[in-house]
């Protein structure tokens, strides 16, 4: 899959099937409008291409009205994301700022502008809620009429439930904030996984006996936090099981070298002899959360903190000998 930070690049394709979305958490919902998109596109003779954007549209109205609430709780990173719709078989992901330019713009001039000039589209694709442009002011009838005054094919995809429960990403996102693993699983057709490049830290856990392996990342409010039972992947043959520890560390001095930013902590069970001390570190890794163990506590000592620990890696391994 091709990415594309902005649409001004001499190779991207001159022409596209397109759908649009934040696509946060690339759940059944999305693989199903994804498979529907390459279908149309081979018909068409042109690639298939997503638009999406970053940051996420309620981030940036969320930094302009300096109101962090409207900022919602992502499900993935921007690499989890690129990762999931390359993994759908998406010829290009176009990766638009979000930023007050695009904001302004109105549904027309976004069609103009981005979808016309910018992308090519000659085949839309978008969910039975889709809003665009301006205060949010365009439509599927606006957009539909647009298509056909102006020689693009407009489609709209229904809603996909699973069980009789509409498949989202705010469904997933209360999921994920409830500790209801199984159900994210159902929804996202994967276990929820998060990946990223292995980072120094404090080292800390390795004072404690328990090495860990730190994933962080800048600017991310996640809906999942607390102790999960995970399985880690990219550093053996096998997944390795594991103890993780996602958020913002409350027993941890704030002014630690994280500086209370949001960070994904993984004890393995079982350390790889062949990766030694440091052999991690650079790597880029996959955590699957499987199962949440309990909500972040604040320890009062580090001795308790160890202790709190070493139950954690009790529960897992008693998970793991059952599943």
């Known amino acids: 899959m091709k990415i594309y930070r902005g649409f001004n690049h001499p190779d991207i394709a001159p022409a596209c099937a397109l759908t649009i979305g934040n696509f946060d958490g690339v759940h059944r919902g999305h693989q199903a409008m994804l498979s529907l998109l390459k279908g149309e596109a081979q018909q068409r003779g042109v690639p298939s291409c997503v638009l999406t954007f970053e940051p996420h549209p309620r981030d940036f109205f969320a930094a302009l009205t300096h109101n962090p609430n409207l900022a919602p709780a992502r499900v993935g990173t921007l690499r989890d994301k690129l990762i999931d719709l390359a993994q759908c078989g998406v010829d290009q992901t176009v990766v638009l700022p979000f930023d007050a330019r695009l904001a302004n713009l109105t549904p027309q001039a976004f069609i103009d ?5 910018g992308l090519g589209a000659r085949y839309v694709l978008v969910g039975d809620d889709f809003r665009f442009g301006q205060r949010r002011a365009g439509d599927y009838t606006l957009l539909d009429a647009a298509g056909l005054k102006q020689g693009f094919d407009v489609a709209r995809m229904n809603s996909y439930e699973v069980h009789n429960l509409r498949v989202s990403s705010s469904a997933v996102r209360d999921a994920l904030s409830e500790g209801r693993m199984k159900d994210a699983t159902r929804l996202l057709g994967h276990p929820y996984r998060i990946s990223g490049h292995v980072v120094h830290g404090r080292k800390l856990g390795r004072s404690l006996g328990f090495k860990t392996l730190n994933q962080r990342f800048a600017h991310w409010k996640p809906a999942a936090r607390g102790i999960f039972v995970v399985l880690v992947y990219g ?12 958020g913002v560390r409350p027993s941890v001095d704030p002014r630690d070298v994280n500086g209370g930013r949001v960070l994904l902590e993984t004890h393995c069970l079982d350390w790889p002899a062949h990766l030694g001390a440091e052999g991690a570190y650079g790597k880029i890794i996959s955590v699957e959360l499987l199962h949440k163990l309990h909500d972040e506590l604040k320890y009062d000592s580090l001795d308790a903190l160890t202790a709190g620990i070493q139950r954690d890696c009790q529960d897992a391994r008693a998970y793991f000998a059952v599943s």
Do not use: Y
Request: hydrophobic letters at 45%.
């Open 235 to 246: 550093l053996s043959d096998k997944p390795l099981r594991g103890v993780a520890n996602l």
């Open 113 to 117: 502008t981005v979808l016309l000039q």
